[in-house]
């Protein structure tokens, strides 16, 4: 069935609402009897009369890439579970949507938890889940206690609980709240969380959840969006999933646009078939009135920025092609071709108002607050960072600073536990880049030889 939609909340012409069908959409509410009026829980109906390994070779099919972060393919994931295996698998619905620039989990979760619900069960019948946990996000109080109302209206169902639609098949998932910290986001961090513990992440191998995971058990941990896929995988079939979006590109994902254009929000369009210029001069309105493109940072603040003026050469041999900005097709692989990521889908638009000064210092402040400390270049190295841009912004950094920044950046990446270590560096690392001469030109040379003194990191230190 068509929906319609809110006034003013319609959908782009240029977008294809499949996971956000039901948000916004105009006298839909989040009760299980309005999700059954258009087909809710067939899918789970469907699946358990499957052998579990052949959904996994529908999600295969499909190619379905996880939407959390890394754009791992999902049926691949599932695939690394461990064969004869006598401990519990566990699933885990990654809802600590903690990516600047990120804000589309919530929506589902506020809108539409059934969907969440059903895959999440599609995805444990056929991982062999007996248990799951949604990790959500202390700051979405309401988003937790949709979950919980929604996972009681499927219990009395039957669509969860001990023999899930007479299958045999028994299944329990429990809403887990985080405290609200970025590295609850990470995979091992929430795995500890969950646990009961301080999040510190665990080292990568031997700890890759599929092997070992929460309770050091065999656990699958994928985003709420990539859950909500696989209900449609299931419905249409992988292979015809795939033919949405491109080639190893496929199905559909929201993207979140925050920043310097006339209507940000979120837009779900099918991987690589817009491009950013249509993402940011159409579906988002355009720029203010008046301002040019300075940087894009595309897929939450962790992503690498790009600067507008850039040419970019993608392809290889025969195949190579050169991309301006506003050319790039907004899918995985082309942004990973430029030199960033297509990351969580926060697209953040920076203007010519924007000191790029002050967008780095905003982006340091925040890893600063959020480094869990475990490991030394991390833990230091952000603050660090923060504090030389703290110093910059105020006018009290010298241009050699700009180098120490680019030095202590370029020692935390690659040499920490988890990915938190390239997630904070690969901002100031890519600004640099990019913006030298910008930052520099916001330093004062007469400063030089005063560098880092303990008085005036102290005094920059208080400028946060
Ligand atoms: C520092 C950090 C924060 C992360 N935050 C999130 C998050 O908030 N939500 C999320 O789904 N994935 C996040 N991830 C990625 C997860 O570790 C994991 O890869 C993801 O949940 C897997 O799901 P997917 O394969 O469906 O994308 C984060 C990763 C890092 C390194
Ligand atoms: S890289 Fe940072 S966030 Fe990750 S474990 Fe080390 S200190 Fe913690």
Same mark, same amino acid.
């Given at each position: 069935?068509?929906?319609?939609?809110? *006034?003013?909340?319609?959908?782009?012409?240029? %977008?294809?609402?499949?996971?956000? $069908? @039901? =948000?916004?959409?105009? +006298?839909? !509410?989040?009760?299980?009897?309005?999700?059954?009026?258009?087909?809710?829980?067939?899918?789970?109906?469907?699946?358990?009369?499957?052998?579990?390994?052949?959904?996994?070779?529908?999600?295969?099919?499909?190619?379905?890439?996880?939407?959390?972060?890394?754009?791992?393919?999902?049926?691949?994931?599932?695939?690394?579970?461990?064969?004869?295996?006598?401990?519990?698998?566990?699933?885990?619905?990654?809802?600590?949507?903690?990516?600047?620039?990120?804000?589309?989990?919530?929506?589902?979760?506020?809108?539409?938890?059934?969907?969440?619900?059903?895959?999440?069960?599609?995805?444990?019948?056929?991982?062999?889940?007996?248990?799951?946990?949604?990790?959500?996000?202390?700051?979405?109080?309401?988003?937790?206690?949709?979950? *919980?109302?929604?996972?009681?209206?499927?219990? %009395?169902?039957?669509?969860?609980? $001990? @023999? =899930?639609?007479?299958? +045999?098949? !028994?299944?329990?998932?429990?809403?887990?709240?985080?405290?609200?910290?970025?590295?609850?986001?990470?995979?091992?961090?929430?795995?500890?969380?969950?646990?009961?513990?301080?999040?510190?992440?665990?080292?990568?191998?031997p700890y890759f959840p599929a092997a070992m995971g929460l309770y050091?058990?065999?656990?699958?941990?994928?985003?709420?969006?990539?859950?909500?896929?696989?209900?449609?995988?299931?419905?249409?079939?992988?292979?015809?999933?795939?033919?949405?979006?491109?080639?190893?590109?496929?199905?559909?994902?929201?993207?979140?646009?925050?920043?310097?254009?006339?209507?940000?929000?979120?837009?779900?369009?099918?991987?690589?078939?817009?491009?950013?210029?249509?993402?940011?001069?159409?579906?988002?309105?355009?720029?203010? *009135?008046?301002?040019?493109?300075?940087?894009?940072?595309?897929?939450?603040?962790?992503?690498? =920025?790009?600067?507008?003026?850039?040419?970019?050469?993608?392809?290889?041999?025969?195949?190579?092609?050169?991309?301006?900005?506003?050319?790039i097709p907004m899918d995985f692989d082309t942004l990973a071709a430029?030199?960033?990521?297509?990351?969580?889908?926060?697209?953040?638009?920076?203007?010519?108002?924007?000191?790029?000064?002050?967008?780095?210092?905003?982006?340091?402040?925040?890893?600063?607050?959020?480094?869990?400390?475990?490991?030394t270049p991390c833990r230091e190295g952000s603050l660090w960072m923060?504090?030389?841009?703290?110093?910059?912004?105020?006018?009290?950094?010298?241009?050699?600073?700009?180098?120490?920044?680019?030095?202590?950046?370029?020692?935390?990446?690659?040499?920490?536990?988890?990915?938190?270590?390239?997630?904070?560096?690969?901002?100031?690392?890519?600004?640099?880049?990019?913006?030298?001469?910008?930052?520099?030109?916001?330093?004062?040379?007469?400063?030089?030889?005063?560098?880092?003194?303990?008085?005036?990191?102290?005094?920059?230190?208080?400028?946060?």
């Open positions: 069935m068509s929906a319609i939609y809110q *006034e003013g909340k319609e959908p782009h012409p240029k %977008e294809r609402r499949i996971v956000f $069908k @039901n =948000v916004d959409r105009e +006298g839909w !509410d989040t009760s299980l009897a309005m999700y059954e009026t258009e087909g809710g829980y067939d899918q789970l109906k469907k699946a358990v009369g499957m052998e579990p390994g052949a959904i996994t070779d529908e999600v295969k099919k499909a190619g379905l890439r996880g939407r959390g972060g890394a754009g791992f393919p999902a049926g691949v994931k599932w695939g690394f579970l461990p064969q004869n295996n006598d401990k519990p698998v566990y699933l885990i619905c990654n809802a600590d949507e903690s990516e600047p620039g990120t804000f589309k989990d919530r929506y589902i979760i506020h809108q539409d938890p059934h969907q969440l619900i059903e895959g999440m069960a599609i995805a444990c019948f056929a991982v062999g889940a007996n248990l799951a946990y949604i990790y959500i996000r202390e700051e979405f109080p309401e988003g937790a206690q949709t979950l *919980e109302k929604a996972i009681e209206e499927a219990h %009395e169902k039957g669509y969860l609980g $001990k @023999n =899930v639609l007479g299958s +045999g098949f !028994d299944l329990e998932i429990y809403v887990h709240r985080g405290a609200g910290a970025y590295i609850c986001g990470e995979e091992t961090g929430l795995i500890e969380s969950l646990e009961g513990k301080r999040p510190y992440p665990r080292i990568k191998p050091l058990c065999p656990t699958i941990v994928n985003n709420v969006e990539t859950l909500c896929h696989v209900k449609h995988i299931l419905e249409v079939g992988g292979e015809e999933w795939s033919k949405i979006g491109t080639p190893n590109n496929t199905g559909t994902r929201i993207l979140c646009v925050s920043g310097d254009v006339k209507k940000p929000g979120y837009y779900e369009v099918e991987v690589g078939t817009v491009t950013m210029g249509e993402l940011i001069n159409d579906i988002c309105g355009g720029l203010n *009135e008046g301002r040019s493109l300075k940087a894009v940072i595309p897929g939450g603040s962790s992503a690498k =920025v790009l600067r507008a003026d850039e040419v970019f050469t993608v392809g290889r041999g025969d195949d190579a092609r050169k991309l301006t900005i506003w050319d430029c030199g960033s990521m297509a990351g969580s889908g926060g697209v953040i638009v920076i203007d010519d108002s924007r000191s790029i000064s002050w967008v780095l210092n905003n982006i340091n402040n925040f890893y600063a607050h959020e480094s869990c400390g475990q490991c923060k504090k030389i841009t703290d110093r910059v912004v105020a006018g009290k950094a010298s241009p050699s600073d700009i180098d120490t920044l680019d030095n202590v950046a370029r020692n935390i990446d690659g040499r920490t536990i988890c990915a938190f270590g390239e997630a904070c560096s690969w901002p100031t690392e890519s600004f640099i880049d990019k913006f030298r001469d910008e930052l520099v030109s916001d330093t004062n040379p007469e400063l030089e030889g005063e560098l880092l003194n303990a008085e005036a990191v102290t005094a920059a230190a208080n400028l946060g």
